[in-house]
């Protein structure tokens, strides 16, 4: 019995969770708000403001939490293979149990989610939120035995949690200053969910190749075992380039403007890790070896996200 709070926070990834909510809580105090800061009430009417923020991030994370669940659920045999030592479904909370959490955590945060789309005059929230419940479990169920497609999605879904907050605030009938500000908010959204998609991207095939061999046994069709590891580096290492590639030409914009703590953070903390990654991938052979580099990558989406903590230097 006393192992059983500890099994549920490993089920539903608590660190990953307090990244989510991170992410959001820096992408709001640090980029939205100060964004608005200027804007009169009048020409802002419908706003994020701090109860909406902390109930569409709950929604987010207990969605999150939701489809880890799930996830563990449908993945119990390639798990057995894959992760033995790390099982809690089935081997400490019953598949019955799981299943009733992921239904209780899904409908909380969409219930939550409509809340604020409704508070907002804003529908898109809601639905997209709804539509993430509906991905994940697809990808659980699906997707994730797909080439590639499994992939994109928790990318995808992986950008959205910097999005949405970016959505939540959009008004089809806004002034001009308005949609000045929104415009430009557009651009730091993308540069962050960009990032956040490239690098998620890049993990899930670095992890596709670690899991291969629960992977293959189960009927999975994954890059590494559709087309081969070497193809699979070979993708991974080329997102590689060119997600370095862009971080250094938005550096070099950055030059012109001397903001040099946040180039040289980008330099240490993203360039030179990323480079490295990509030396290390390509010649990774073992489980082990594939399960560090997996986390050093998440290591850097920590380093850029944190990166907003610099803007308020400017």
């Keep these: 019995m006393l192992q059983l709070p500890g099994a549920f926070f490993r089920l539903i990834r608590w660190p990953n969770l307090v990244f989510i909510f991170l992410t959001q809580v820096l992408f709001y105090y640090l980029i939205l708000l100060p964004g608005f800061g200027g804007l009169p009430a009048t020409s802002y009417p419908n706003k994020l403001t701090l109860l909406l923020f902390c109930l569409l991030s709950a929604s987010s994370v207990l969605i999150a939490a939701a489809g880890y669940i799930i996830n563990d659920y449908f993945d119990l045999n390639i798990d057995r293979v894959n992760k033995p030592e790390r099982l809690v479904v089935d081997k400490i909370i019953k598949r019955r149990w799981t299943i009733l959490w992921h239904w209780i955590l899904s409908g909380i945060g969409v219930l939550l989610g409509f809340y604020v789309s409704w508070a907002l005059r804003n529908p898109i929230v809601g639905l997209a939120n709804l ?184």
């Excluded at 699906?142 to 992986?158: E, Q």
Aim: charged residues 15%.
């Design 131 to 314: 539509g993430c419940v509906f991905l994940l479990w697809f990808y659980s169920t699906t997707f994730k035995r797909k080439l590639l497609i499994g992939n994109i999605i928790i990318s995808l879904l992986t950008a959205w949690v910097i999005l949405v907050l970016w959505v939540a605030e959009v008004r089809v009938r806004a002034d001009e200053p308005y949609r000045e500000i929104i415009a430009r908010l557009f651009k730091f959204a993308i540069v962050y969910s960009g990032f956040a998609f490239i690098l998620s991207l890049i993990r899930e095939v670095v992890k596709d190749i670690e899991d291969m061999a629960g992977d293959e046994k189960y009927g999975c069709r994954t890059m590494a075992i559709v087309w081969g590891v070497n193809v699979a580096k070979v993708f991974a290492g080329t997102w590689l380039a060119v997600l370095t590639g862009a971080l250094i030409i938005l550096q070099f914009y950055v030059l012109q403007k001397a903001w040099w703590p946040l180039i040289l953070y980008g330099v240490v903390l993203l360039d030179l890790p990323l480079v490295w990654i990509l030396r290390k991938l390509y010649q990774a052979q073992t489980k082990r070896q594939y399960h560090v580099l997996s986390n050093v990558i998440k290591g850097v989406m920590l380093a850029g996200i944190l990166s907003m903590l610099l803007l308020k230097l400017f």
